[in-house]
Nanobody, 120 residues
Framework: QVQLVESGGGLVQPGGSLRLSCAAS????????IGWFRQAPGKEREKVSCFTSSDGSTYYSDSVKGRFTISRDNAKNMVYLQMNSLKPEDTAVYSC?????????????WGQGTQVTVSS
């Protein structure tokens, strides 16, 4: 059974840092992409950062470029999101997503999410 479990969220002051972790398990075949999304109350879900498995390229949303860094430890089946210079606008539930692409169907797997609150 596929499982994605996030951790590392919490309350931090503006300008502070947090590192989110995503533990992936249960994949019988490699996923095509894995990364982080976030959703704040009243707002649409936003893709924050991700890896693609095909070429290892990374994506960052414009709002987090230069502040967030995605990384992974394949041996430990872990994906991380280092968040620096946090702003109140970063407050959201952050969820780990893994995607499998097929010819006709896309499969998405989600973790339960971890709350990040940036406030003084």
């Amino acid at each position: 059974q596929v499982q994605l479990v996030e951790s590392g969220g919490g309350l931090v002051q503006p300008g502070g840092s947090l590192r989110l972790s995503c533990a992936a398990s249960g994949f019988t075949k490699p996923y095509n992409a894995i990364g982080w999304f976030r959703q704040a109350p009243g707002k649409e879900r936003e893709k924050v950062s991700c890896f693609t498995s095909s070429d290892g390229s990374t994506y960052y949303s414009d709002s987090v470029k230069g502040r967030f860094t995605i990384s992974r430890d394949n041996a430990k089946n872990m994906v991380y999101l280092q968040m620096n210079s946090l702003k109140p606008e970063d407050t959201a539930v952050y969820s780990c997503n893994a995607r499998k692409l097929r010819v006709r169907i896309t499969y998405d797997y989600w973790g339960q999410g971890t709350q990040v609150t940036v406030s003084s």
